[in-house]
């Protein structure tokens, strides 16, 4: 059976700028773990509630990790863009 294939993270400006500011090593482990959670089931977040027009964002928390994500998939689910990043 071929292995599944994974989505690739795009980050949005915001989204970039956030990741700048994180310097923490720990605070990097953790959303690198939650990036690669998404990548391979982007699925994996919840639906959240909002207008039709547009592509359709997920939230994804690990309260273990204490990550929070916000994203969108693209079309063809190869690219999973970044919106917003908690950590």
Do not use: C, N
């Not at 949005?12 to 956030?18: E, H, L, M, Y």
């Not at 959303?31 to 547009?54: N, Q």
């Amino acid at each position: 059976m071929p292995a599944q294939r994974r989505a690739r993270i795009a980050f949005s400006d915001a989204a970039a700028k956030q990741l700048e500011d994180i310097t923490s090593e720990a605070e990097i482990h953790a959303l690198d773990r939650a990036l690669v959670v998404i990548s391979v089931d982007p699925d994996v977040g919840e639906p959240l509630p909002g207008g039709t027009s547009g592509p359709r964002l997920h939230q994804y928390v690990d309260e273990l990790e204490s990550v929070r994500v916000l994203y969108f998939v693209t079309a063809l689910r190869t690219v999973v863009v970044v919106a917003y990043i908690e950590v």
